[in-house]
């Protein structure tokens, strides 16, 4: 057993990294009002980011692919240290947009080598929940990371939280050269070969549903904190509380999600699902006035929302078995397009239209993740029966 407590170590430095990139929604009204632009503009630093680690992990991973993986961990640690620094030490938004790059393309690096790490220190039949056990790590971020950012940065400053993240992360890049055994690295997947699966109809349109479900989520979710203390009128204790629950509901849906895929399936779970997300964001708007309401509707939010994550990987997965890493490498880069759409365009809501409007766009979003999704699953079962039919004539 002496391989498990190396990979909980890396999935705690997942969740440093992970904290690195969601706590921004969670402070975000303090961050704009301290370098003085609107919150529609602090809202960009969440587009700048995931736009950087959509683009530049694939290509950062390809240049680095043979380097060995013990050393690269503890250089990307190295460099998310720096973006933290810059951070804290740099006054003025473009500094803090390049801070934001610079942690993108370090956590992005560090998080896929770590995942191949893991693979590699597991035994092959614990591989599937030695990697479980680091994408853990990176969600607890939103569970934990995001709310305990919100009470640090109401009484002290949001630059102490960036602050302590890199501090820890020098503790990290300790814990990994002292810790982790080396392993040699492999060869890169070419992008052309990554990007050739997009191709096929039926896996473009199933990477379109993850595209869809979380621009729809990353409309309002950007905006929550401005949107609970200026729409709900909730105290700065509220809003923490309703994060963590929020963060709680996420756990509990991913959980709930992976059960009802086995249960029920794939079509049930991810189109049901996406349904009440939807319908979750309506209420939102619709009661988001009344704080007694709000933490009810911030946990359906959040439980409906996850639910499909598990399930959506299992979809993709089963879409190209012969190509299940690349097709979630691809996943990921996806989510992180679609996270930089949400946000900007959440932005130019809240600039053009008004906070409230946020969640009635982010529901139209994920309704027609919910049709994608239904267009999607129709597209594999006639591939399904196409493969049988020939497999038939084949057979006659």
Not at 72 to 84: H, P
Not at 232 to 252: C, D, H, K, Y
Not at 369 to 375: H, K, M, P
């Amino acid at each position: 057993m002496s391989y498990a407590w190396k990979i909980y170590m890396l999935a705690a430095v997942s969740f440093l990294v992970g904290t690195s990139e969601f706590i921004i929604a969670g402070i975000l009204d303090k961050v704009a009002a301290d370098i003085g632009v609107p919150v529609s503009a602090a809202g960009q630093l969440i587009t700048v980011f995931s736009l950087a680690y959509a683009f530049g992990t694939p290509v950062l991973m390809a240049i680095t692919s043979r380097m060995e993986r013990r050393k690269l961990l503890v250089y990307s640690l190295g460099v998310f240290v720096i973006g933290n620094a810059i951070a804290v030490l740099l006054p003025g938004f473009a500094f803090l947009v390049a801070s934001r790059i610079i942690l993108a393309l370090s956590t992005g690096v560090f998080v896929v080598t770590a995942l191949t790490v893991a693979s590699k220190l597991a035994p092959s039949e614990k591989q599937g929940s030695a990697i479980a056990t680091l994408v853990m790590g990176f969600s607890t971020a939103l569970i934990v990371g995001v709310p305990i950012g919100r009470v640090v940065a109401s009484f002290y400053d949001w630059k102490m939280v960036f602050g302590g993240i890199g501090v820890l992360g020098l503790f990290a890049m300790l814990a990994v050269s002292l810790t982790i055994p080396k392993s040699e690295g492999e060869e890169p997947v070419p992008i052309g070969k990554q990007l050739a699966l997009l191709k096929e109809p039926r896996i473009a349109v199933a990477l379109l549903i993850t595209f869809f479900w979380i621009a729809g989520y990353a409309i309002a979710y950007t905006y929550i904190s401005p949107f609970l203390l200026t729409v709900t009128g909730m105290s700065e204790q509220g809003v923490s509380i309703g994060l963590f629950a929020f963060g709680i509901a996420s756990l509990l849906g991913s959980k709930f999600g992976g059960y009802s895929t086995d249960k029920w399936g794939v079509p049930r779970t991810l189109i049901g699902g996406m349904l009440v997300h939807a319908v979750a964001l309506v209420l939102i708007s619709v009661a988001g006035q009344s704080p007694a309401f709000m933490i009810p509707l911030l946990v359906l939010w959040s439980f409906s929302a996850w639910s499909s994550g598990p399930t959506q990987q299992y979809n993709l997965i089963q879409q190209a078995p012969e190509a299940s890493g690349i097709m979630l490498s691809l996943n990921s880069s996806v989510l992180q397009l679609a996270m930089a759409a949400g946000a900007g365009i959440g932005g130019v809501v809240v600039e053009q239209a008004s906070l409230t409007s946020i969640s009635w766009i982010g529901a139209a979003g994920v309704t027609v993740a919910a049709a994608t999704a239904a267009a999607s699953l129709g597209l594999s079962r006639s591939e399904a029966r196409r493969k049988a039919e020939k497999r038939k004539l084949q057979g006659v």
